[in-house]
């Protein structure tokens, strides 16, 4: 069982905005500024779009974005896309000998 | 950006050791940490420890204490994470991730090696 909680899957068709919801506890979220989103695509390594909560690397497109409240944050893509169709992972920090805690991982379906 | 090369898929039997090994390349080896995460077919992902390339320092997850090994060979930037005792529910994909020694991301990951767990 997953530490974070996740959405099992979100759809939307392209063009539209769809947000992705990640609940952890006041040990993680919603301690630490430290979340981060990885997209995977079937059979792929994950890959970083969003790190400390709503930044995002370099190359990652501005159709994403990442916001926090409390113990909950969020991934919004805007202006959906048929790549976008993939698994999506919450992390956060966490204090203790798990260093890293873990979504379930969501599925962004386009419609 | 760096890059990450594991070794190729394993199949053990319950109760031995598995290696896998993961290459460096295109970056400052000492200067990023490397993180293992493991990812059970049709799960999520599961954080196991991290090694400090630069001096060897560890940190596991109580999960594996006890199971897990993880070096590294700065001469090769090569790191290695050794899980013991497998058993069934070791059956996963296993990626090693760097990610630089002040931050709080998985910033660059490796291509992941499938470790099979069968009689």
Sequence with gaps: QSALTQPASVSGSPGQSITISCTGTSSDVGRYNYVSWYQQHPGKAP???IYDVNNRPSGVSHRFSGSKSGNT????ISGLQAE???DYHCSSYTSGSTRYVFGSG???IVL | QGQL???GAQVKKPGASVEVSCKASGYT????YIHWVRQAPGQGLEWMGIINPRGGGTSYTQK?????????DTSTSTVYMELSSLRSEDTAVYYCVYAHSGSYFLEVWGQGTTVTVSS
């Design chain 1, 47 to 49: 890959k970083l779009i």
């Design chain 1, 73 to 76: 944050a969020s991934l919004t």
């Design chain 1, 84 to 86: 976008d169709e993939a």
């Design chain 1, 106 to 108: 969501t599925k962004v």
């Design chain 2, 5 to 7: 090369v594991q070794s």
């Design chain 2, 29 to 32: 080896f000492t200067s990023y």
């Design chain 2, 64 to 72: 594996f204490q006890g199971r897990v090994t993880m070096t590294g």
